[in-house]
């Protein structure tokens, strides 16, 4: 069986059931066409006069229209999926049997029955029939009252049209619900499939001069546009109250709501109105960022203060991104493809007026707390809690203001590295702070003691944070900071360590002569340095750690200092047992004792242990051995240390302690190549 499919429009055909001949439906012209028989052999009218009736269409001419509809309406229409059919189903009604009693209606009754995509097919089916004859231009002017008619009828469809597309953000949660025929919901879908049909006529009858294009998807968009201005100009108010806001940042905060709740709307009821490819959340979102954006634009020519500055560059940066990454818009608005809501050339200024803002509260803040600390120190305070073990304020105080800051600044911003510029003041505030230390070192009064051990809690907290959580300053600011508490708690260790080892010096001189062979001479000094390690006690329990690990190195040291200066000559092989037995119990007391007091300095009885051994050794191969171990394990181990160790054996020759040197020297050159060293030791015990 052959057919012609219609010429007007190919790929919206549809072939008519019918036994006696095919036939072809068509969408656009909505008329039917013979494919190989003439229309009299089909039954059909073929003389045109027949149809005329007083200037226009005969009563048989409308319902020969109504017959193809009433064909074409059993098909889906072009929207059918987008929403709901509220249609009745029961009985032998097919679901259609709505759009069918449509059909029977007058062009008026579907207007007031807002059938609008109804009476956009039946405006096409006239404008078809019409121009599809009538294609000389003298022919159409004999039919000027028909065209001027068919035009009237669309500009009532169009205002009907439009006035419906102008309430769609008036949609609610009831008429998602409703199962009336002519829902808000179902009215807004007819306008919307009667907006995609009338564009396909544009497309159809273009080539004809006097139809003027409806061009009602253009009137569409730009009714939204207007609908959204509207909106944006006249938010609702927050029923809740917004608190003690300027008024700027009411309007600006009424605003963004009435974005949010318009776009949930939009993305669960409204889309549903409208085919996939229309994409009408995304164009929704456009709208309200252009609108938003433009409103915005006026807000950041004027000159704003702080406040408003920062609420401005929050809903820039923070919450309007904010709303559109909630999950029940992301999927629909492509976010990335809106853009920010503010230009870079008015974002800079405003950023800039807020980060010197921050930057100057920061100094201001810090300045204040420093300040009030010397203030105490003055007044001959101590640091509070007992024994004052407990830190002080200045770094915990600063650091949470640091903290809360950047973090601020990362929001209100929208960028951490813009945020860590806030940080710049620390640089002078540690300076400051140097400097206030060095006062209470050199004024030396009663309770300076005691703020020297809080600042080592506070020195040790400030190190912590710039180098755990570095994205809170830049990289200039965290080299600056961190070389200057490495030179405050090294002052700080100075000034707490070097009167005890002041005090200790008369037990010092003992070690390595003959008296300290005797037992009791290093047990005085572990009585002194225990006495001492009770002042030593510090603020926090890490820089009390360090402190006494420190004193627990530089003693070890003067231990070996005070060995190597060879004051004690170990003639045979007895005295030299017995010297190494001395020497391991003295590690071992040493550690054990500063490793009570806190001290994790393990190493430092493994040194002692190592030279005990060189003491005890006979064979010179053995003591090769020896010296290539502690050597391999400590290479800041010299020459001179090696030489004056040796000499403590006056049984070794000049010969064999040259050996033994070279052997070393061997070692060290392999090693100081490609081995990481330990914590320096014999580096800082001078030998003459």
Not at 135 to 146: A, I, P, W
Not at 218 to 224: E, P, Q, V, W
Not at 559 to 572: F, I, M, W
Request: charged fraction near 25%.
């Amino acid at each position: 069986m052959s057919s012609t499919v219609c010429a007007c429009f190919p790929r919206r055909a549809y072939r008519l059931k019918d036994l006696s001949a095919p036939f072809v439906s068509c969408w656009s012209c909505l008329s039917i066409r013979k494919s190989t028989r003439s229309d009299s052999e089909m039954g059909l009218r073929s003389d045109p006069d027949g149809l005329q009736n007083q200037g226009g269409r005969s009563a048989g001419g409308e319902g020969w229209f109504r017959g193809a509809l009433q064909r074409i309406l059993r098909q889906p229409t072009p929207n059918d999926g987008g929403v709901n059919n509220h249609s009745a189903t029961d009985g032998n009604q097919s679901p259609n049997n709505e759009n069918l009693d449509a059909v029977n209606l007058t062009f008026e009754q579907l207007l007031e029955e807002k059938h609008f995509y109804e009476a956009s097919l039946l405006l096409t089916s006239r404008e078809n029939h019409l121009f599809g004859e009538l294609t000389e231009e003298v022919s159409l002017q004999l039919h000027k009252d028909e065209i001027d008619k068919l035009a009237a009828d669309r500009r009532d469809l169009q205002t009907l049209v439009l006035q419906t597309v102008q309430q769609t953000l008036q949609l609610s949660l009831q008429d998602i619900n409703s199962e009336a025929a002519a829902s808000p919901l179902t009215t807004l879908t007819s306008a919307v499939n009667a907006i995609y049909q009338q564009e396909e006529q544009d497309q159809l009858w273009k080539h004809i001069k006097c139809r003027c294009p409806s061009n009602w998807k253009k009137l569409h968009d730009s009714t939204l546009r207007a609908l959204v201005a509207s909106r944006m100009d006249a938010p609702s108010a927050d029923p809740a109250g917004l608190g003690e806001q300027s008024s700027l940042q009411l309007d600006i905060h009424c605003m963004g709501r009435q974005l949010k709740e318009d776009l949930l709307l939009v993305v669960n009821t409204v889309r549903r109105c409208y085919p996939p490819e229309a994409d009408i959340c995304h164009f929704y979102a456009l709208l309200y960022h252009q609108t938003f954006s433009a409103r915005l634009k006026k807000i950041a020519d004027f000159v704003l203060d702080d406040k408003d500055c920062t609420f401005l560059l929050r809903w820039v940066n923070d919450y309007y991104p904010g709303i559109l990454e909630k999950p029940e818009l992301a999927s629909d608005i492509n976010s990335a493809a809106l853009g920010k809501l503010l230009p870079k050339e008015l974002l800079e200024p405003l950023e800039e007026q807020y980060l010197s803002k921050q930057k100057d509260e920061l100094a201001t803040y810090m300045g204040r707390v420093l300040e009030e600390e010397r203030k105490k120190w003055n007044k001959g305070h101590k640091p509070s809690g007992d024994d004052s073990c407990d830190l002080n304020p200045l770094a915990y105080d600063i650091i949470q203001f640091i903290n809360g800051m950047v973090t601020a600044g990362n929001v209100v911003t929208g960028s951490l590295d813009k945020a860590q510029r806030i940080t710049w003041p620390l640089t002078d505030l540690v300076q400051r702070f140097k400097a206030f230390q060095e006062d209470i070192i050199m004024q030396n009064r009663p309770n300076s003691k005691a703020y020297i051990k809080a600042n080592l809690g506070s020195i040790e907290q400030f190190r912590d944070v710039i180098q755990r959580k570095e994205d809170l300053f830049p990289k200039k600011v965290q080299r600056t900071c961190l070389t200057v508490l490495t030179e405050m708690k090294q002052s700080a260790h100075m000034y707490l360590l070097s009167p005890v080892h002041k005090l200790l010096k008369p037990q010092y001189r003992k070690l390595g002569t003959s008296d300290w062979l005797k037992k009791n001479v290093f047990d005085k000094l572990l009585d002194s340095i225990e006495q001492e390690l009770q002042e030593l006690q510090c603020p926090a329990k890490s820089s009390h750690q360090e402190l006494i690990g420190l004193f627990h190195q530089e003693v070890t040291q003067e231990y070996v200092k005070r060995l190597l200066r060879v004051e004690v000559k170990l003639k045979d092989k007895e005295q030299q047992q017995a010297a190494c037995t001395i020497m391991m119990d003295n590690a071992e007391s040493l550690h054990t004792l500063f490793t009570r007091m806190g001290s994790k300095e393990d190493w430092l009885k493994e040194i002692l242990i190592k030279i005990a051994e060189v003491l005890k050794l006979q064979d010179i191969p053995a003591i090769q051995v020896q010296m290539v171990s502690l050597g391999s394990a400590y290479p800041d181990l010299r020459e001179k240390h090696v030489s004056a160790l040796l000499k403590l054996k006056t049984n070794i020759s000049k010969g064999d302690r040259k050996t033994i040197k070279e052997t070393l020297s061997d070692i060290l050159k392999q090693t100081s190549a490609g081995t990481v060293s330990r914590q320096p030791f014999f580096s800082k015990i001078e030998v003459k």
